[in-house]
C-alpha cells in the first residue's frame, strides 16, 4: 500500500519479534515489546494478531487477520529489540565495534557514526555574542585548544552560531578556564 504503518500488540510474542529482527538483518530478538513501549504511531496498523513460529522469512509470512483489518488503537503498537552483534553492523567513519555497539571518533555520534554530533556554544561572555568556545561531543561539552586559534576559526564558529562573521578572536583563557574535556587542538 505504500504507506508505512504499525502492527498491534494483539498476541505478539518473543517467537514474532525474531521473524521482524531477522528480517531487518539482525541475528535474532532480545525482547518484545506491547503497549506502545517505544511511542505510539500514526497512520495505519497494518497488522493485528500476529502469530509466528519463529522460522518464518517475513513478519507478513505469519498469520494475521489480514493486512489493514485489525481492532486496535495505536497505544497497542508492538516493538521489538533486536540482539545486535559486531557482524549484524558496520561502524562508519572510522568507528570500531564492542559489544554490538559502535565506539564513534570525535564529533560522530548516531548508533553507526554516520552522523555529526559536534554542537558549539560560547560561554562566560557578555550576551550571547562573546565567549569562551565550547563544543558538545559524545554527550559531553568541553573546550577547544587555543593552539593555532585564529580569526578564520572564529568566523567558522560565528557562523555556525548564526552570526554574520567574527570581529576578533581570543586566546589564553581570555574568558575563563573550563572544565571537562578539551575537545579539539591545533584548530
Known amino acids: 500500500n505504500s504507506a508505512w504503518g504499525t502492527v498491534c500488540d494483539d498476541n ?4 514474532d519479534a525474531r521473524v521482524v529482527c531477522r528480517q531487518l538483518g539482525f541475528s535474532d530478538a532480545t525482547t518484545y515489546r506491547t503497549g506502545a513501549y517505544f511511542g505510539e504511531g500514526t497512520g495505519n496498523i497494518w497488522l493485528d494478531d500476529v502469530g509466528c513460529r519463529g522460522t518464518e522469512l517475513d513478519i507478513f509470512s505469519c498469520t ?24 549484524d553492523i558496520v561502524c562508519q567513519n572510522g568507528g ?6 559502535c565506539t564513534c571518533p570525535f564529533g560522530y555520534g ?15 561572555g557578555v550576551g550571547s555574542f562573546t565567549g569562551r568556545v565550547e563544543v558538545y561531543a559524545n554527550s559531553a561539552w568541553g573546550t577547544v585548544c587555543d593552539d593555532n586559534w585564529g580569526i578564520n576559526d572564529a568566523r567558522v564558529v560565528c557562523r555556525q552560531l548564526g552570526f554574520s562573521d567574527a570581529t576578533t578572536y581570543r586566546t589564553g583563557a581570555y574568558f575563563g578556564e573550563g572544565t571537562g574535556n578539551i575537545w579539539l587542538d591545533d584548530v
Not at 64 to 87: F, I, K, L, M, P
Not at 96 to 101: L, V, W
Not at 110 to 124: A, E, I, S
Open 12 to 15: 505478539w510474542g518473543i517467537n
Open 64 to 87: 494475521h487477520r489480514g493486512v489493514g483489518v485489525h481492532n486496535c488503537d495505536h497505544d497497542e503498537d508492538a516493538g521489538v529489540e533486536c540482539e545486535v552483534t559486531c557482524d
Open 110 to 124: 548516531d548508533y553507526f557514526c554516520q552522523t555529526v554530533t559536534v554542537t558549539v556554544r560560547l560561554v562566560n
Open 96 to 101: 570500531t565495534c564492542n559489544d554490538g555497539m
